[in-house]
């Protein structure tokens, strides 16, 4: 009758056997009468082991009875360290694709890759920055993605996971970005002359999911360029900015750098 086994397995310099007590001790009964015991993943990847993700696990047995032990088991191996792959990381915006509807953005690998490629990518999000996200898309072949039809105004927030033959990995960090982008054109002025003055009258337009900070009022000079009269139609003043409105005496505009006749 076996009485005990010997269980070792192979470190990382493909020449040394080491036993595991704490798991695989074939002195254990239970060890020796199901003839098998299982070691954490997390394990063989430390000391003093080090095998590497990807790295074929190669394991010895020597049984033993009341009269001794048998000859070492010649080592066989058929288990391959093979895990999830670590999340994405490094989340960039890309704001060459950004407008008021879309938000796109890239990222890369992991450090590890879990022993197996990585060949597709989740993402999630949601726009209230809650925990719980919905699906946005799944088996992406590619490392970025541009999110559209989104609402201006409105934060939303992405995690990306990466997916291998043994699994998806976790949640990477999460990245956010404001739906925006800049202001629709505005529609033409209209101005009028009231006295002597000009005045210039303007609508607002689209702000394209980020507030209006100043306006740009531009007027054309006799030479066909256009300029700033910062006076009185500074677009960045408050009474300007608000009431979408500004004048001007005439007379500014018979002199340079305007010179109209």
Do not use: H
């Amino acid at each position: 009758m076996i009485t005990s086994y010997t269980i070792t397995i192979r470190q990382s310099d493909n020449v040394t056997f080491t036993e595991t007590l704490t798991d695989c001790d074939g002195r254990n009964a239970a060890i020796v009468s199901s003839t098998s015991c299982q070691v954490p993943i997390t394990k063989l990847r430390t000391a003093p082991y080090n095998l590497p993700w990807g790295a074929s696990i190669f394991a010895k047995v020597v049984a033993t009875n009341y009269y001794g032990s048998s000859a070492v088991s010649d080592p066989v191996n058929g288990a391959i360290i093979l895990t999830i792959p670590d999340a994405p990381k490094g989340i960039i915006e890309n704001y060459s694709l950004k407008s008021g509807t879309t938000i796109s953005f890239a990222w890369i690998n992991g450090d590890k890759d879990g022993g197996a490629p990585v060949d597709t990518y989740n993402i999630r999000y949601n726009s209230d920055g809650s925990n719980v996200y919905a699906p946005l898309v799944a088996g992406l072949p590619v490392k970025s993605y541009t999110a559209s039809n989104l609402t201006p105004g409105v934060t939303y927030y992405f995690v990306v996971t990466s997916t291998n033959v043994f699994g998806t990995s976790l949640d990477s960090a999460v990245f956010s970005s404001l739906c925006a982008w800049v202001p629709f054109k505005p529609d033409p002025p209209t101005t009028s002359v009231i006295g002597n003055r000009l005045q210039i009258i303007w609508t607002a337009p689209f702000n394209n999911g980020s507030p209006l900070t100043k306006y740009r009022i531009l007027i054309k000079q006799a030479d066909g360029g256009f300029s700033q009269y910062l006076t009185s139609c500074d677009g960045a003043s408050e009474t300007t900015f608000t009431t979408t409105a500004c004048s001007l005496p005439l007379s500014a505009l018979t002199s340079a750098p305007y010179s109209l006749i």
